[in-house]
Antibody, heavy 119, light 108 residues
Framework: QVQLQESGPGLVKPSETLSLTCTVSGGSISSYYWTWIRQPPGKRLEWIGYIYYSGSTNYNPSLKGRVTISVDTSKNQFSLKLSSVNAADTAMYYC?????????????WGQGTLVTVSS | EIVLTQSPGTLSLSPGERATLSCRASQSVSSSYLAWYQEKPGQAPRLLIYGASSRATGIPDRFSGSGSGTDFTLTISRLEPEDFAVFYCQQYDDSPITFGQGTRLEIK
């Protein structure tokens, strides 16, 4: 059974960079797409971006170039960096596996981690 | 971007009843790339339906999806107590991937 676990600081100061890591267990990160999603309080889910295990990426234009997603296959991890954060970036952040090639959607999710942007 | 609008916002039903949830897209979505998720408090979203009508692994057959083009439906044939949650539709046909605002299914 594939499991994903997000980790990283729960509190980030305005203008700084939010950094999260997703560790995949119970399966290999290879041959799949991996994605980040967030949900601000009281709002809908927002897709942040995805990465293929080989390193190719696709990001949501709404985040205006502040996002970088990277992968470390040796550690079975992928990571999110969001720069120049502000209060609007306060959200529950989820990582998930994206079955892009087979069209199966986001089939495994992490439990999520709450990130608050505040000084 | 494709905007997904779900209705109703809240649905109040009793166990044993049938639930019908709607998802309307601002432009046509390939049926192959429309999914439904269930989210319970304190838990990660769970994939229920992909490709508009295919059940994900382990999902009971009381859950079914249908639709095409801009109108999609999730039906729960006979509600069980554990089904009450928030449901989201998602399109992954076009980038950026987008979600609906959710339908809250509550016990009447």
């Amino acid at each position: 059974q594939v499991q994903l676990q997000e980790s990283g600081p729960g509190l980030v100061k305005p203008s700084e960079t939010l950094s999260l890591t997703c560790t995949v267990s119970g399966g290999s990160i290879s041959s799949y797409y991996w994605t980040w999603i967030r949900q601000p309080p009281g709002k809908r889910l927002e897709w942040i971006g995805y990465i293929y295990y080989s390193g190719s990426t696709n990001y949501n234009p709404s985040l205006k170039g502040r996002v970088t997603i990277s992968v470390d296959t040796s550690k079975n991890q992928f990571s999110l960096k969001l720069s120049s954060v502000n209060a609007a970036d306060t959200a529950m952040y989820y990582c998930a596996r994206y079955r892009r090639t087979s069209g199966l959607g986001f089939d495994y999710w992490g439990q999520g981690t709450l990130v608050t942007v505040s000084s | 971007e494709i905007v997904l609008t779900q209705s109703p916002g809240t649905l109040s039903l009793s166990p044993g009843e049938r639930a019908t949830l709607s998802c309307r897209a601002s432009q046509s979505v390939s049926s192959s790339y429309l999914a439904w998720y269930q989210e319970k408090p304190g838990q990660a979203p769970r994939l229920l339906i992909y490709g508009a009508s295919s059940r994900a692994t382990g999902i009971p057959d009381r859950f079914s999806g249908s639709g095409s083009g801009t109108d999609f439906t999730l039906t729960i044939s006979r509600l069980e107590p554990e089904d009450f949650a928030v449901f989201y539709c998602q399109q992954y046909d076009d980038s950026p991937i987008t979600f609906g605002q959710g339908t809250r299914l509550e016990i009447k």
